[in-house]
């Protein structure tokens, strides 16, 4: 489990985007809605521990990414697959995976079994070879799942997942995500409300900042009223949200 406690950060000297937020994230899948500039991606990059609050504690167990000690191997707990997915372009699919789970605390031969692995969990066997910068949009974050399986991360956090993903990407995307939802604690930040159905166990819906919505998916989607079991309720259930906010 991922848990935020008071944790307030801004971008530099501006004001907070989030401000004494505390929320504890998993088990389970919860899925993170929300506007454009509501806080999503904030929220993930200071869960993976690649950036510090101002204040506040940020836990995975006993290990806290505001402690120096405790960084590395908090680190080591969580894999963040960002929007804009780094590689190395000479680097072969199964290179950069060993990498991801090297620099997270695994030594040289673990990194490579492991690697393979959690290649073969993300369905990209085929590809083991093949440049990761030659991969598609859906394959890619596949292989940024792999890396965070490669460490054995206890939390996987996903920004937009599915974005620009066609429909059959989208949906072994859906099939990958259920395969882990008994082994780890995923958080996944999209606008495609659509995907919620089948794979969330607990939503959260943020604007400026704050968590406007948080419940079990079924709470969720009775927000669609008479249309909760219609194959478009998720996105019914958050435009009653947002609207009635508004
Ligand atoms: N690197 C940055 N420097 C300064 N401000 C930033 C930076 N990244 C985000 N922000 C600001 O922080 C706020 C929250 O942005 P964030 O990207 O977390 O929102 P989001 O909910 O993930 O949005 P989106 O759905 O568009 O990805 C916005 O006001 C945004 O302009």
Redesign the pocket.
């Known amino acids: 489990m991922l848990a935020f406690e008071n944790v307030t950060f801004g971008?530099?000297r501006?004001s907070p985007?989030l401000a004494g937020v505390s929320v504890d994230l998993g088990p389970g899948v919860t899925v993170l809605l929300?506007?454009?500039?509501?806080?999503?991606?904030?929220?993930l990059s200071l869960g993976s521990g690649a950036v510090c609050p101002r204040s506040g504690k940020i836990k995975v167990g006993t290990l806290d990414s505001t402690v120096r000690g405790d960084r590395a191997r908090f680190r080591a707990k969580v894999g963040w697959v960002p929007?804009q997915l780094d590689v190395i372009p000479s680097f072969t699919v199964r290179e950069q995976t060993a990498l991801a789970a090297w620099l997270k605390g695994a030594t040289r031969s673990e990194s490579w079994v492991e690697a393979e692995a959690a290649i073969a969990k993300v369905g990209l066997t085929a590809k083991l070879n093949r440049k990761a910068s030659s991969l598609s949009g859906g394959q890619l974050r596949r292989m940024g799942i792999a890396e965070g399986l490669a460490h054995r991360a206890e939390v996987l956090l996903l920004d937009?997942p599915t974005a620009g993903l066609d429909a059959a990407q989208r949906s072994v995307f859906r099939e990958l995500i259920l395969n882990l939802r008994e082994s780890s604690t995923i958080v996944i930040?999209t606008?495609q409300t659509e995907d919620l159905a089948v794979l969330a166990d607990r939503v959260i819906v943020?604007e400026n900042g704050r968590f406007v919505f948080d419940d079990i998916s079924t709470k969720f989607l009775s927000l669609a009223g008479a249309d909760a079991g219609n194959a478009n309720a998720a996105e019914l259930a958050y435009r009653t949200l947002t609207e009635a906010e508004e």
């Open positions: 971008y530099r501006r985007v929300g506007p454009n500039g509501a806080g999503k991606s904030t929220l929007q937009e930040a606008h943020m």
